[in-house]
């Protein structure tokens, strides 16, 4: 059973940047899309971008183009989501997940799931 451990999360002012991380365990990740979600308390999960494992296409969330990026390290089985020029409402709990199979930007595709890091960021 895949399992996803997120790390990285902390409070940090405007313009400023945080690295995620997302180790995970428990299978064969060669045809996974891993991506990170992000959750505001009352709204719906929102994608924030994906990668997948073999060939490592990355996408996007249009609001997060040219500020964030998706990186995996094969020999650690472990995603990075680099944050830079971090907004105030880029705040949020940010959440790794699974899926073996091609990028999909819909929460509910996603069998596994971390248990979220929290990224505050101040005005």
């Known amino acids: 059973q895949v399992q996803l451990v997120e790390s990285g999360g902390g409070l940090v002012q405007a313009g400023g940047s945080l690295r995620l991380s997302c180790a995970a365990s428990?299978?064969?990740?060669?045809?996974?899309?891993v991506s990170w979600f992000r959750q505001v308390s009352g709204k719906e999960r929102e994608f924030v971008a994906a990668?997948?494992?073999?060939?490592?296409?990355?996408d996007y969330a249009d609001s997060v183009k040219g500020r964030f990026t998706i990186i995996r390290d094969n020999a650690k089985n472990t995603v990075h989501l680099q944050m830079n020029s971090l907004k105030p409402e880029d705040t949020a709990v940010y959440y790794c997940?699974?899926?073996?199979?091609?990028?999909?930007?819909?929460?509910?595709?996603?069998?596994?799931w971390g248990q979220g890091t929290q990224v505050t960021v101040s005005s």
């Open positions: 997940a699974a899926v073996p199979g091609p990028q999909t930007t819909v929460a509910g595709d996603y069998p596994a």
């Open positions: 428990g299978g064969t990740f060669l045809m996974y899309t």
């Open positions: 990668i997948t494992w073999s060939r490592g296409s990355t």
